[in-house]
């Protein structure tokens, strides 16, 4: 492969060597999948459709080291990571992860780890895919929603409905989560959409990843912004979640994503500390970089390459190593235990 070849060439000759080390100074990849769709959806933006993911696992496959996420946890605390070490994860809990990418995990023989917000299995809608299929089948040029107070929008190409669509995530998704439940109530409202069956997984399908071997993670119970919702509120959806999960696969659930994942924005130093206290043994963000052995195990960095060409993406993944990793700091983690009152 002469142009990766040739472009690795032009990295430094440190940063090579950490990439093929191993033991102490290696590092540890974390990609983040949400949706592997039939094929890419031009609104959303959502180019994961089977054939990308399969072109970026077989490229894993074949460069990088894929652990289960449990070992990768241990040899990071032990500080015995492989070289190009890689875990892969997913978030929310589609019913595409069941359908389509675990049958090309399968194929290539690859773990992953699937972090499910328990409250939609068995027929659940997030809220921001009712938004999309709102947006999605609206009509006309202009998409009015001043009566709702959310501004007109132009939707009569493909980019402008794209970008509508945007704008409504982002104005809609810091809500706290009865208010965010009442506006989009109200969009139905205005124009009656009938939902997609099966958006999320359902209890056969989550059980189903189970005894494939893939991990099971928590991602709360309905998806809140926790560093927008009180602390108990907090506590219960990361609670009741992890509870959820354990009664239907019948087994611990011992690994925590943040949704969405921004340190210091969508969740908070108690947070971090409050997992540990729960009884997860590692939480992870959506702050791109590597994990090494100085990382925060309940703050580890996960990022997304979109890549198709094989080239590109494995140079994305080198890059990625070499990210500085930024997250809140937990420094006062027993003030802040002790001045949090857990149930």
């Known amino acids: 492969m002469p142009d990766l070849l040739d472009r690795l060439g032009a990295i430094p ?101 699937f972090f499910i917000a328990a409250g939609f299995i068995d027929n659940g809608v997030m809220w921001n895919d009712k938004v999309i299929e709102f947006v999605r089948h609206a009509t006309g040029y202009c998409l009015d929603l001043s009566a709702v ?17 945007l704008s409504l995530i982002n104005k809609i998704k810091y809500m706290p989560l009865d208010e965010r439940h009442a506006l989009i109530e109200q969009l139905y409202q205005l124009r009656p959409i009938t939902l997609p069956a099966n958006i999320m997984m359902t209890t056969d399908q989550l059980r189903r990843l189970h005894r494939a071997g893939m991990e099971i993670g928590g991602h709360t119970l309905n998806h809140p912004i926790l560093a927008r919702i009180e602390y108990k509120t907090a506590y219960d959806e990361i609670v009741n979640g992890k509870s959820k999960l354990e009664s239907i696969i019948q087994a611990p659930v011992r690994f925590f994503a943040y949704p969405n994942g921004k340190p210091g924005q969508d969740y908070l130093p108690e947070h971090v500390t409050l997992l540990s206290k729960i009884g997860f043994e590692a939480a992870f963000v959506t702050t791109p970089g590597a994990a090494n052995d100085k990382s925060d195990i309940y703050q580890l960095p996960r990022f997304t390459p979109w890549d198709t060409n094989r080239t590109r993406f494995i140079l994305r993944m080198t890059r990625n190593l070499f990210t500085a990793v930024n997250t809140v700091s937990v420094s006062d983690t027993n003030r802040i235990a002790h001045s949090c009152n857990l149930p």
């Open 13 to 113: 000759a440190n940063m090579l060597a950490s990439l093929l080390t191993s033991g102490r100074r290696a590092r540890l990849s974390i990609l983040i999948y949400h949706r592997v769709l039939e094929k890419p959806d031009s609104l959303t933006g959502d180019q994961c459709d089977k054939k990308f993911f399969e072109v970026q696992i077989r490229t894993l496959s074949r460069y990088f080291n894929i652990l289960p996420m449990s070992e990768a946890i241990q040899r990071l605390k032990e500080k015995n990571l492989p070289s190009k070490a890689v875990c892969i994860t997913f978030d929310d809990g589609y019913a595409d992860n069941a359908e389509n990418a675990l049958p090309i995990l399968q194929k290539y023989g690859v773990p992953a780890t």
């Open 149 to 165: 107070g959310l501004g007109k929008y132009d939707i009569e190409s493909p980019e402008q409905r794209h970008q509508a669509l």
